[in-house]
């Protein structure tokens, strides 16, 4: 959740680690904080809030030193304030560490240090585990390298940490547990981080470090790893595909306005390559091996959280329909906590923008110990989940800054769109002329996005129309109900105004009752089989006064003249409406908490990737 940066080199280590936590402020914004390592001391700064106060603060200070540790964070063990801010220093403060993750025995580790004489300062269980590090360094007598060893063969939980020493000023120790890490090489110098939006800038070569794995870096040194139980490991050396003009914002006002923008593109990159309506061709290279395993499961299970649940259940949809394969959609962090029935015959797919999900991650570790097929689709190459999973598929729909996912969302039921058309064809449930007006159909998307984007001003109209509304619904049917849930969940996220998404029919089993003159209900109208239906669920909502806001067919004149508002999407097959009809309701909550004055990029509590329970 939170964001790591770490440089050792020749350069002044402050303004590439600033630079790398104002790139990584989407993974949490509660506090910021940096310690650097001088000719004769460490000095540690950390504030509350975002990146610019700490950088505010420290235009005051020493900040020299070509070896430093930096943080931003997003609050799970103490509130967001000064104090808790990490870096967090050892009891003799020669040592600092940076942590993301929980550690969950912390408070047993805690009490045990508090009766050996320790004193801390914070509410945080990273200081607990420099002050473990500490007492085993100095109690066995070790050096730091096997001090954290023994440490973290103590701990319980998960962690990506970085340990400075001021004792050894050439080296840093890093290591990582159900936590991203990532290790860019350069010209004698290294780079650390969550993810790789910082190192980019530096260097294309990384190793992205496995669980319990510890990392050695040293100035003037190659890269050593060992794992907990003391092992060499061979680093395994990477080369990014990441560039950085995308993590720029590039002329627009916010990063979430760019990346709804870039969605033509987006979604072609993820077809590029992988479809070819003119032959009749679908191929997704990642699943090749276990076509014939996904063709004859007795059931798919969609693993998620957040967003990318409400691409699985388009996608449980989507598998159903065209392929007949029943599929079960599970949020991810209650799928292990109710002892699931998992056989060997099941195809677990586990779907992640940053690939690093915590409670997704669990729940792919528990299917693989009962024997299932594990397939995952993420974003992040290298991530966590691409990295577990016996095979998979990447999105390739760039780097995601924006907190609130949008172009993930498109690019992930994309990707199970071709999965579904994929092992229909193999199956032979699809006549061949759906099958080929489908590939036609989903070739022509990132054209017809570009159409939608077109109404931006339509929609910035009605945005300010429904801008002060205290609640709002959701309704669509079939494969359009999960659009209703990502509709709602994005306006909940950046403009904090209480939604809901319900199936249509739904509404009159109890939503019905909330509906007055001043309730916005959002309502999916587009023509297919659900139509007339959805035409009757907004004749119950006028009938209550409520308002329409309707999403419709180019060409559709009955709900039209129904409703308050509406927004034209490109007529398409059915099966591919959630890949329009989605767009226009993310630009109406983008503009509407521009309006209330929201910070669209980074809204409170929320942060981008979630990589603790």
Same mark, same amino acid.
């Given at each position: 959740?939170?964001?790591?940066?770490?440089?050792?080199?020749?350069?002044?280590?402050?303004?590439?680690?600033?630079?790398?936590?104002?790139?990584?402020?989407?993974?949490?914004?509660?506090?910021?904080?940096?310690?650097?390592?001088?000719?004769?001391?460490?000095?540690?700064?950390?504030?509350?809030?975002?990146?610019?106060?700490?950088? %505010?603060?420290?235009?005051?200070?020493?900040?020299?030193?070509?070896?430093?540790?930096?943080?931003? *964070?997003?609050?799970?063990?103490?509130?967001?304030?000064?104090?808790?801010?990490?870096?967090?220093?050892?009891?003799?403060?020669?040592?600092?560490?940076?942590?993301?993750?929980?550690?969950? @025995?912390?408070?047993?580790?805690?009490?045990?240090?508090?009766?050996?004489?320790?004193?801390?300062?914070?509410?945080? %269980?990273?200081?607990?585990?420099?002050?473990?590090?500490?007492?085993?360094? #100095?109690?066995?007598?070790?050096?730091?390298?096997?001090? &954290?060893?023994?440490?973290?063969?103590?701990?319980?939980?998960? +962690?990506?940490?970085?340990?400075?020493?001021?004792?050894?000023?050439?080296?840093?120790?890093?290591?990582?547990?159900?936590?991203?890490?990532?290790?860019?090489?350069?010209?004698?110098?290294?780079?650390?981080?969550?993810?790789?939006?910082?190192?980019?800038? +530096?260097?294309?070569?990384?190793?992205?470090? %496995?669980?319990?794995?510890?990392?050695?870096?040293?100035?003037?040194?190659?890269?050593?790893?060992?794992?907990?139980?003391? #092992?060499?490991?061979?680093? +395994?050396?990477?080369?990014?595909?990441?560039?950085?003009?995308?993590?720029?914002?590039?002329?627009?006002?916010?990063?979430?306005?760019?990346?709804?923008?870039?969605?033509?593109?987006?979604?072609?990159?993820?077809?590029?390559?992988?479809?070819?309506?003119?032959?009749?061709?679908?191929?997704?290279?990642?699943?090749?091996?276990?076509?014939?395993?996904?063709?004859?499961? @007795?059931?798919?299970?969609?693993?998620?959280?957040?967003?990318?649940?409400?691409?699985?259940?388009?996608?449980?949809?989507?598998?159903?329909? =065209?392929?007949?394969?029943?599929?079960?959609?599970?949020?991810?962090?209650?799928?292990? +906590?109710?002892? $699931?029935?998992?056989?060997?015959?099941?195809?677990?797919?586990?779907?992640?923008?940053?690939?690093?999900?915590?409670?997704?991650?669990?729940?792919?570790?528990?299917?693989?110990?009962?024997?299932?097929?594990?397939?995952?689709?993420?974003?992040?190459?290298?991530?966590?989940?691409?990295?577990? /999973?016996?095979?998979?598929?990447?999105?390739?729909?760039?780097?995601?800054?924006?907190?609130?996912?949008?172009?993930?969302?498109?690019?992930?039921?994309?990707?199970?769109?071709?999965?579904?058309? *994929?092992?229909?064809?193999?199956?032979?449930?699809?006549?061949?002329?759906?099958?080929?007006?489908?590939?036609?159909?989903?070739?022509?998307?990132?054209?017809? &996005?570009?159409?939608?984007?077109?109404?931006?001003?339509?929609?910035?109209?009605?945005?300010?129309?429904?801008?002060?509304?205290?609640?709002?619904?959701?309704?669509?049917?079939?494969?359009?109900?999960?659009?209703?849930?990502?509709?709602?969940?994005?306006?909940?996220?950046?403009?904090?105004?209480?939604?809901?998404?319900? $199936?249509?029919?739904?509404?009159?089993?109890?939503?019905?009752? =909330?509906?007055?003159? @001043?309730?916005?209900?959002? &309502?999916?109208? /587009?023509?297919?089989?659900?139509?007339?239906?959805?035409?009757?669920?907004?004749?119950?909502?006028?009938?209550?006064?409520?308002?329409?806001?309707?999403?419709?067919?180019?060409?559709? /004149?009955?709900?039209?003249?129904?409703? %308050?508002?509406?927004?034209?999407?490109?007529?398409?097959?059915?099966?591919?409406? $959630?890949?329009?009809?989605?767009?226009?309701?993310?630009?109406?909550?983008?503009?509407?908490? &521009?309006?209330?004055?929201?910070?669209?990029?980074?809204?409170?509590?929320?942060?981008?990737?979630?990589?603790?329970?």
């Amino acid at each position: 959740m939170c964001g790591i940066v770490a440089y050792i080199g020749g350069q002044e280590a402050y303004p590439i680690i600033l630079k790398g936590l104002k790139r990584l402020e989407y993974r949490g914004y509660d506090s910021a904080g940096i310690a650097l390592i001088d000719e004769t001391s460490l000095n540690l700064y950390k504030r509350a809030g975002k990146v610019s106060v700490l950088e %505010d603060f420290v235009k005051t200070c020493n900040s020299r030193g070509s070896i430093g540790i930096g943080h931003t *964070r997003w609050a799970t063990h103490g509130e967001p304030n000064d104090v808790n801010a990490h870096p967090h220093f050892s009891g003799d403060q020669k040592m600092a560490i940076i942590h993301n993750g929980i550690i969950e @025995n912390y408070d047993t580790i805690k009490e045990e240090l508090l009766s050996r004489g320790h004193t801390f300062h914070s509410d945080t %269980d990273t200081e607990v585990l420099i002050h473990l590090i500490e007492d085993i360094q #100095k109690s066995e007598k070790v050096d730091l390298v096997e001090a &954290v060893r023994i440490a973290l063969n103590s701990v319980h939980g998960a +962690y990506a940490i970085v340990v400075i020493s001021k004792d050894n000023p050439n080296r840093l120790i890093a290591a990582r547990k159900s936590s991203p890490l990532v290790v860019g090489i350069g010209k004698d110098e290294f780079f650390l981080a969550s993810d790789a939006t910082p190192i980019v800038e +530096y260097t294309k070569e990384v190793v992205y470090l %496995d669980d319990e794995e510890i990392a050695i870096v040293e100035r003037g040194e190659d890269l050593k790893i060992i794992d907990i139980s003391k #092992k060499e490991i061979t680093p +395994y050396v990477q080369e990014l595909e990441l560039h950085l003009e995308a993590l720029e914002k590039g002329g627009y006002e916010h990063f979430m306005l760019k990346e709804i923008h870039e969605q033509p593109r987006s979604i072609y990159d993820c077809f590029r390559g992988r479809l070819n309506a003119s032959e009749g061709m679908v191929n997704l290279g990642g699943i090749t091996d276990y076509e014939t395993k996904m063709k004859n499961a @007795n059931r798919i299970i969609m693993v998620a959280c957040g967003t990318s649940w409400h691409a699985c259940l388009v996608g449980e949809y989507l598998f159903e329909d =065209l392929a007949r394969i029943p599929v079960e959609v599970e949020y991810a962090s209650e799928f292990r +906590y109710r002892n $699931p029935i998992i056989n060997e015959g099941d195809i677990v797919i586990a779907i992640s923008q940053s690939g690093e999900t915590a409670d997704t991650l669990a729940a792919l570790e528990l299917a693989k110990k009962k024997g299932a097929t594990i397939l995952g689709i993420c974003n992040v190459v290298g991530s966590s989940i691409s990295r577990i /999973t016996d095979a998979g598929s990447y999105t390739h729909a760039g780097p995601e800054i924006g907190v609130a996912s949008t172009k993930a969302f498109t690019a992930q039921v994309t990707v199970l769109t071709l999965m579904a058309l *994929r092992i229909a064809k193999r199956k032979g449930t699809l006549p061949e002329s759906k099958y080929r007006s489908l590939l036609n159909e989903l070739e022509s998307i990132p054209e017809k &996005v570009k159409k939608v984007l077109d109404q931006n001003e339509k929609i910035q109209f009605i945005s300010e129309v429904y801008k002060d509304a205290e609640n709002a619904l959701y309704l669509g049917r079939g494969i359009t109900f999960p659009v209703a849930l990502e509709g709602a969940l994005k306006l909940k996220e950046i403009s904090y105004i209480h939604a809901e998404g319900y $199936p249509a029919a739904e509404m009159k089993h109890g939503p019905i009752a =909330l509906i007055d003159e @001043n309730m916005p209900v959002f &309502v999916i109208a /587009t023509k297919g089989t659900s139509y007339e239906k959805v035409v009757s669920n907004i004749q119950e909502v006028k009938a209550r006064k409520g308002k329409i806001i309707a999403i419709v067919t180019e060409g559709d /004149t009955q709900v039209k003249e129904m409703a %308050d508002h509406f927004i034209e999407i490109p007529d398409t097959n059915e099966n591919l409406v $959630p890949l329009l009809a989605t767009i226009p309701l993310q630009l109406l909550s983008y503009h509407v908490a &521009v309006m209330r004055g929201c910070n669209v990029d980074q809204p409170r509590n929320l942060a981008k990737s979630v990589t603790v329970e």
